[in-house]
């Protein structure tokens, strides 16, 4: 058998430590009424070089992004209460210039390291990777239709080409293509990707736009979202893609909450990540308005602040079970049920 880039290595057994670590913080934190989250997503930047259709941020320009220092000091707080792993994403991370010293700073505080790009400056600003665990790269189809989707012409050459150096220059980071599944595409266009996935031995991720998700002054967001019935069609194909042995990391726990066309959870997301925008303000989940702005705050006050601790237990009650990040397979090891537990198992192993 050929040795994949993605096969058990060493440098796996952080992401152990970290998948451990976080299954414990997830019982510590339901064996009480305060919150112990361990993911700490950040949006850098809300600028962007695309204009997709599905996109809530492109109203805002990136005037108001957190300076490094600010975030630095955020990482090295949330290094030292015991986060787990981190996220960073935009907008744009890459159009930040300084976008290495953040993720360099996120390694050094022990965290998990991740960042979701379009991947059109993988290359000219690359340097993140050298302390990045894993990268999260947007890819919706093969050749134009994907350049469509973002509208930005030539993207999809640019994110292949892209893989292709990191891969040479970064063998240890993983690689995942994120494929939003939305009415802008149709299976042979997902599977397309799932092929070149395949062929170049990275792994991929499907997302489900939930226009439900939408900010209030978000302008110009088409509803790209797909009907329950036809989502749950297509992800009859991707599961069986996915025994065919392409190399999707969907959870089958998360695939069938889709196939069987289930529209609610109870979901506990928002007690797991701290999710921080780019202006530092925290989301409410369930209303989409902001709540408390991290700015100039200490991290730990504001995780320990009763309007937080309130906000983030009330949010299981919110409707809108929306399933585009880890909010699902994190609260279903929350609720420590089987399926989850054994499907996030089995891609563990794998
Ligand atoms: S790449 Fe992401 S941030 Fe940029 S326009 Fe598209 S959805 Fe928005
Ligand atoms: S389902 Fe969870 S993550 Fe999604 S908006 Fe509601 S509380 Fe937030």
Redesign the pocket.
């Known amino acids: 058998m050929l040795k994949s880039r993605n096969n058990m290595s060493f440098e796996r057994l952080k992401y152990y430590r970290n998948l451990a670590g976080g299954a414990f913080e997830c019982i510590q934190s339901r064996l009480s009424k305060t919150p112990k989250p361990l993911c700490f997503s950040l949006m850098v930047t ?1 600028k ?5 259709d ?5 109203h805002k320009k990136g005037t108001d992004d957190l300076p490094k220092e600010e975030i630095i000091r955020l990482i090295e707080e949330a290094g030292k209460i015991g986060y787990m792993d981190s996220i960073f ?4 991370p890459l159009l930040r210039q300084d976008i290495a010293e953040i993720t360099r700073a996120s390694q050094k505080a022990g965290l998990y390291t991740k960042l ?3 991947g059109w400056f993988l290359e000219q600003n690359s340097d993140f990777a050298k302390y990045t665990d894993l990268v999260f790269v ?1 890819l919706d189809a093969i050749g134009q239709a994907h350049d469509k989707i ?2 930005l012409d030539g993207i999809c050459a640019r994110v292949m080409s892209g893989i292709e150096y990191h891969k040479l220059h970064f063998p240890k980071m993983r690689i995942y293509v994120c494929c ?1 599944v939305s009415s802008q595409t149709d299976f042979n266009q997902i599977k397309d990707v799932a092929q070149y996935c395949k062929n170049v031995d990275i792994l991929l991720y499907f997302t489900v736009n939930k226009s439900n998700q939408m900010l209030d002054e978000a302008k110009n967001v088409k509803d790209t979202e797909l009907e329950t019935e036809q989502l749950s069609e297509i992800f009859i194909r991707i599961k069986d893609l996915k025994k065919q042995g392409y190399p999707i990391r969907n959870s089958d726990y998360f695939i069938d909450y889709i196939i069987n066309k289930k529209n609610y959870y109870e979901c506990h997301w928002p007690r797991i990540a701290t999710v921080i925008y780019s202006d530092g303000n925290m989301l409410r989940c369930y209303d989409r308005k902001p709540y408390i702005n991290i700015k100039n705050k200490s991290l730990k006050d504001v995780i320990s602040n009763s309007v937080y601790i309130d906000t983030v237990n009330k949010c299981k009650e919110c409707k809108l079970a929306c399933v585009g990040n880890y909010a699902l397979d994190a609260s279903g090891l929350w609720k420590l049920e089987w399926p989850a537990i054994k499907s996030l198992m089995q891609i563990a192993i794998t």
């Open positions: 809300s962007c070089n695309c204009d997709c599905f996109c809530f941020w492109k994403w935009g907008g744009e979701a790009t379009n947007s973002r509208h939003t």
